[in-house]
């Protein structure tokens, strides 16, 4: 009895100290962790000591890890009877780094602000597994743009052809398809019905009501709209026939109504014609500069081209084309005419306005100039006088007269100056009291009646001036010529009748003289 007691005590002893090595004990009722609160706290891990020791008593016992945590092992899944509750509520969105590595796979979250639960699928990231609302049915169908593998019952329109999408329906389901189109055969659709069949017709004259047909084929690139069998788009001033566009409204038939850019019109690929804003229109250019500027293909040098015609039938007894100058508002100021002067003789005449117009200036066929003349006879046929003067005096030369403002040339020399002479010499303080330039003028010899020479002072002359004198005062008794003289000057002496030599003229004695260079 007293061994038996002994070994009891000694296997006791044994059993308490074998316990001191880890949490297992020898008893029925294994020790377990559990929280401030008596709640038992469980870890799903891997127990890392030595396996064992199982026992074949009733009363197994249970696996803790090295601090009393209740190891639990999921050899078919987790199964929970009544409901599973993660014990953290969180009222935003998990943070990405709670879910970017795969030790944190399996992490749950649940945001109650979103109403989202969320599932950590390692490096990829949050799922969620439950949106706001709750989860679509597994077999709820998807309209995508691509297939994606994740869900079950999506339908990609990527799959389709490009077109419209149309919905087939047959019972309570709908199938997308791309719209095949549709088409007539010399017809026209009419209309189109839900499935995009069309309903094709003919065209009748109910569906062109108010536009007439006309006959004939357009050509290639032509569009036009006739109304009745000429009017052009419901204008009836507006007509095309044979080949010929009409206006017959003051309208344009072309409007370039663009402020900027030249507008062309091109033949046989050249530019024949320009219209620049601001209504200069060019001719063989694009950059006139006038309102009108006409070029000309010609090479340079080349004499003889035409620029401008103006072409009317003519006849002997009336007058040709002519181009008129006006206003813009306008009334003619101005006419050049082509005169007809016998079947096959052609002048020229310039009209101007006085008060009428009338011509002014005429150029014969042969060649004669007129002036207030039609039938010029010489070379120059002037009707009236002719007044020659370096500026507009303001006197008309009298009919049949030639005035001359300055001088008189005989081809580039002088012959008599419109100048009136000076002079100096003869008697006490003498003078000019009249003249008409150098052509004729008088003499004053002046008092003291001692002088027999004077000097008559003259515009330049070429070489010389030839003078000729006559005392009218006292003719029987003296003769009075020309000595000498320079380009500007003459000197004259008086001679007695009866000695002949040089004799005082008696004092206040006129002169009549005229002078001529040469």
């Not at 879910?99 to 949050?126: I, K, N, Q, V």
């Not at 006309?214 to 080949?243: K, M, R």
Request: glycine fraction near 12%.
């Amino acid at each position: 009895m007293r061994p038996l007691l002994v070994g009891l005590i000694a296997l006791m002893i044994a059993g308490w100290l074998w316990a001191q090595d880890g949490p297992q004990r020898t008893f029925a009722n294994q020790l377990l962790r559990v929280d401030a609160n008596g709640y038992l706290l469980a870890v799903n891990g891997q127990y890392t000591g030595p396996d064992g020791p199982q026992r074949n008593g009733a009363n197994q016992l249970i696996r803790v890890d090295a601090n009393g945590y209740l190891l639990i092992a999921f050899a078919n899944g987790l199964a929970v009877d009544d409901w599973f509750r993660l014990r953290t509520t969180n009222t935003a969105a998990p943070a990405g780094t709670d879910c970017d590595a795969a030790a944190e796979t399996g992490r749950l979250h649940w945001d109650s602000t979103a109403d989202a639960f969320r599932l950590c699928s390692g490096a990829s990231g949050w799922i969620v597994a439950s949106p706001a609302g709750g989860a679509a049915p597994v077999g709820a169908q998807y309209l995508v743009s691509t297939a994606d593998a994740t869900l079950t019952a999506e339908e990609s329109i990527g799959a389709l052809t490009t077109g419209l999408l149309l919905n087939t329906v047959s019972g309570v389901d709908g199938t997308l398809s791309a719209y095949a189109g549709t088409s007539c055969t010399n017809q026209f659709p009419r209309s189109l019905n839900a499935s995009g069949a069309a309903t094709c017709a003919t065209v009748a004259a109910a569906d062109v009501s108010g536009i007439a047909t006309i006959s004939g084929t357009p050509a290639n690139n032509q569009v036009a709209v006739w109304t009745s069998a000429t009017a052009i788009e419901g204008d009836a001033n507006l007509t095309y026939s044979a080949g010929t566009l009409t206006s017959a409204a003051a309208s344009a038939i072309l409007d370039f109504s663009s402020a900027t850019g030249v507008k062309r019109i091109n033949t046989g690929g050249t530019t024949d014609l320009a219209l620049m804003p601001g209504r200069n229109v060019g001719i063989l250019t694009t950059t006139p500069t006038a309102p009108l500027q006409v070029n000309t293909a010609a090479a340079a040098n080349t004499s003889g081209t035409k620029v401008l015609f103006v072409g009317a039938d003519y006849d002997t007894a009336g007058t040709g084309a002519y181009l008129s100058l006006g206003t813009l508002a306008g009334a003619e100021l101005g006419r050049l005419y082509s005169v007809t002067e016998s079947a096959s003789n052609i002048g020229l005449s310039l009209w101007t306005l006085n008060t009428t117009l009338s011509e002014k200036v005429r150029v014969s066929a042969a060649g004669n100039l007129g002036l207030s003349t039609t039938t010029p006879d010489s070379t120059g046929h002037i009707i009236g006088g002719l007044w020659v003067e370096a500026a507009d005096g303001g006197v008309a030369a009298a009919a049949g007269t030639i005035h001359a403002g300055a001088s008189y040339h005989l081809g580039s020399t002088l012959f008599v100056s419109a100048t009136a002479p000076t002079v100096s010499g003869f008697g006490t303080s003498p003078s000019v009291p009249n003249s008409n330039g150098t052509a004729a003028f008088s003499i004053d010899v002046g008092t003291g009646g001692t002088a027999s020479t004077g000097t008559i002072t003259l515009p330049a002359a070429t070489t010389a001036w030839v003078v000729s004198c006559y005392d009218v005062t006292t003719p029987a008794s003296y003769i009075t010529h020309q000595t000498g003289g320079t380009t500007t000057t003459a000197a004259v002496t008086n001679y007695s009748r009866t000695t002949g030599l040089a004799t005082a003229w008696t004092a206040s004695d006129i002169l009549r003289c005229h002078a001529a260079a040469y």
